[in-house]
């Protein structure tokens, strides 16, 4: 199917993060509405310190996906991903201060989304999940209480002991537009991206996954490349689906997952040694009840990162235009 197929379809991408980013960048180029659910419990880098210092929203999900998004110059795509690397500002992304000055200048972050969307002249819509200030807490089950999504991040223990239970404080309320975008979609993309801090979180803001199972949407799951140690040791995809299904409420969501079967190079496994190993698709994959498309996803090159970064970042990532293909071929 050529770039032209599937006029008019709505297809919501629900998660955070680099995942997202990547799924948006590859289904930009294809004719569907796109409308991008965005976490809200990030509270780590620049994006955390945003928060700390003026009371806004977490800025730096949302500013990935607008920059997917976006048919701006090349130039306003740099300008939104530019790290400072010096002074008071150093680790900020420039897209991050923006959104956030938006937001007070005007008042709501949705009317920030919405200025910054123009601006950057992107192809469809970034909805964040919640419009409540909230924080993520983990509760593991040796009684270790985990306060903000970056100490989950930090924290390498949390497949020893295990997770009991994963909730937003203080309660928060789902955006409507959320949950009129997964009323009204043709199909709904769940990940990738780290399962306990940029893909679960939407779920826990209250409606978000009974819409989801409401929606007479094709729902898809794509299933992260690697593992991450400490968090997903030795989860394979059915694991992570289990997980999944557990945080939205309904077992058996997902009408088809897609999965990575390329093994990455030797090399790239070696610099990648101290974060995780690749997930794999083992036979009890095949008696789930959903369809199972496993295929070649890895993009060829090593994942580059900004030096000007605080943050770790993924190393080995999805080809969004490999991904984009075999979503829009599961549409119709």
Same mark, same amino acid.
């Given at each position: 199917?050529?770039?032209?197929?599937?006029?008019?379809?709505?297809?919501?991408?629900?998660?955070?993060?680099?995942?997202? /980013?990547?799924?948006?960048?590859?289904?930009?180029?294809?004719?569907?509405?796109?409308?991008?659910?965005?976490?809200?419990?990030?509270?780590?880098?620049?994006?955390?310190?945003?928060?700390?210092?003026?009371?806004?929203?977490?800025?730096?999900? !949302?500013?990935?996906?607008?920059?997917?998004?976006? %048919?701006?110059?090349?130039?306003?795509?740099?300008?939104?991903?530019?790290?400072?690397?010096?002074?008071?500002?150093?680790?900020?992304?420039?897209?991050?201060?923006?959104?956030?000055?938006?937001? +007070?200048?005007?008042?709501?972050?949705?009317?920030?989304?919405?200025?910054?969307?123009?601006?950057?002249?992107?192809?469809?819509?970034?909805?964040?999940?919640?419009?409540?200030?909230?924080?993520?807490? =983990?509760?593991?089950?040796?009684?270790?209480?985990?306060?903000?999504? @970056?100490? !989950?991040?930090?924290?390498?223990?949390?497949?020893?002991? *295990?997770?009991?239970?994963?909730?937003?404080?203080?309660? #928060?309320?789902?955006?409507?537009?959320?949950?009129?975008?997964?009323?009204?979609? %043709?199909?709904?993309?769940?990940?990738? *991206?780290?399962?306990?801090? @940029?893909?679960?979180?939407?779920?826990?803001?209250?409606?978000?996954?009974?819409?989801?199972?409401?929606? +007479?949407?094709?729902?898809?799951?794509?299933?992260?490349?690697?593992?991450?140690?400490?968090?997903?040791?030795? /989860?394979?995809?059915?694991?992570? =689906?289990?997980?999944?299904?557990?945080?939205?409420?309904?077992? *058996?969501?997902?009408?088809? =997952? =897609?999965?990575?079967?390329?093994?990455?190079?030797?090399?790239?496994?070696?610099?990648?040694? %101290?974060?995780?190993?690749?997930?794999?698709?083992?036979?009890?994959? /095949?008696?789930?009840?959903?369809?199972?498309?496993?295929?070649?996803?890895? #993009?060829?090159?090593?994942? +580059?990162?900004?030096?000007?970064?605080?943050?770790?970042?993924?190393?080995?990532?999805?080809?969004? %235009?490999?991904?984009?293909?075999?979503?829009?071929?599961?549409?119709?």
């Amino acid at each position: 199917m050529d770039k032209s197929g599937s006029i008019h379809k709505k297809i919501v991408v629900i998660g955070g993060g680099t995942g997202t /980013f990547t799924v948006l960048s590859g289904l930009k180029h294809y004719h569907a509405e796109l409308t991008a659910i965005v976490t809200m419990a990030d509270n780590g880098g620049s994006t955390g310190r945003l928060r700390d210092e003026f009371g806004v929203l977490p800025p730096g999900d !949302l500013r990935q996906c607008l920059v997917a998004l976006s %048919d701006a110059d090349q130039v306003m795509r740099k300008l939104f991903n530019y790290r400072f690397d010096r002074g008071e500002l150093k680790g900020h992304a420039f897209g991050n201060i923006f959104i956030s000055t938006l937001e +007070k200048v005007t008042g709501s972050l949705d009317k920030a989304l919405d200025v910054a969307g123009r601006i950057l002249n992107i192809r469809g819509r970034v909805i964040p999940v919640t419009l409540s200030k909230v924080g993520l807490v =983990v509760r593991l089950k040796n009684g270790k209480v985990l306060y903000g999504e @970056s100490a !989950l991040s930090d924290y390498q223990l949390v497949s020893r002991f *295990g997770v009991e239970k994963i909730f937003l404080t203080p309660k #928060a309320k789902a955006n409507p537009k959320a949950l009129r975008a997964l009323k009204e979609a %043709d199909l709904v993309i769940v990940g990738p *991206g780290n399962l306990y801090a @940029s893909l679960i979180p939407n779920f826990l803001a209250p409606g978000v996954g009974s819409a989801l199972a409401s929606s +007479k949407a094709k729902k898809i799951y794509v299933a992260n490349l690697m593992n991450k140690n400490g968090h997903t040791d030795d /989860f394979r995809v059915s694991d992570y =689906v289990r997980v999944l299904e557990g945080a939205i409420g309904k077992r *058996g969501i997902f009408d088809a =997952v =897609v999965y990575n079967t390329k093994k990455p190079a030797q090399s790239l496994l070696r610099k990648y040694a %101290d974060e995780g190993e690749p997930v794999t698709c083992g036979p009890e994959c /095949f008696k789930g009840d959903f369809e199972l498309i496993g295929t070649n996803l890895l #993009a060829d090159d090593l994942a +580059k990162t900004a030096k000007k970064d605080m943050l770790r970042r993924t190393l080995i990532r999805h080809d969004p %235009d490999k991904l984009a293909k075999v979503l829009m071929g599961l549409v119709d």
